[in-house]
């Protein structure tokens, strides 16, 4: 008899929001309880293409998770510094740095998104210095990135 029980762990359908957390490389050191905790922690959104999802200067609540759909970064003049889908994340800069949000956000087309809290992101930092680092060390090449884009 094929119950759910009975299953193994492995052989259960997971639940298309942590599937779609494990697809994220930064996060595939996170054990099935830790993205189990993300998925039910967070809040999944949704936002309509052309809406703002967050504005320059505004303080930071979370990690952007980009589940489908698209969206745009926006520098201070309102020029695209980057565009980000799903999979991508966004947000963490002012997370890691303690500050208000430095580029507006927009979605380009219709969006789902994952916003995980603050104070979760910030426990799971602290609990897994690897992902961390990993993050610090894709938000240093997204900063470039974004200059570059400012001096071209």
Do not use: K
């Not at 956000?105 to 992902?131: F, G, I, S």
């Amino acid at each position: 008899m094929d119950t759910a029980q009975s299953r193994t762990p492995e052989a259960r359908p997971q639940h298309s929001l942590v599937q779609a957390l494990r697809s994220i490389p930064t996060l595939a050191p996170f054990d099935e309880r830790t993205v189990l905790t993300i998925a039910g922690d967070s809040a999944n959104l949704f936002w309509p293409a052309g809406s703002v999802v967050f504005e320059r200067r505004s303080p930071p609540d979370g990690l952007y998770v980009v589940l489908s759909g698209r969206v745009q970064i926006l520098g201070d003049n309102g020029d695209e510094l980057n565009s980000l889908g799903p999979g991508e994340y966004f947000g963490e800069f002012s997370l890691l740095l303690g500050t208000d949000h430095q580029n507006a956000v927009h979605a380009v087309e219709d969006c789902e998104l994952l916003v995980v809290p603050r104070d979760l992101v910030d426990e799971l930092l602290t609990a897994h210095p690897e992902v961390a680092e990993t993050i610090r060390a894709e938000a240093e090449e997204r900063r470039a990135s974004n200059l570059r884009a400012l001096t071209a």
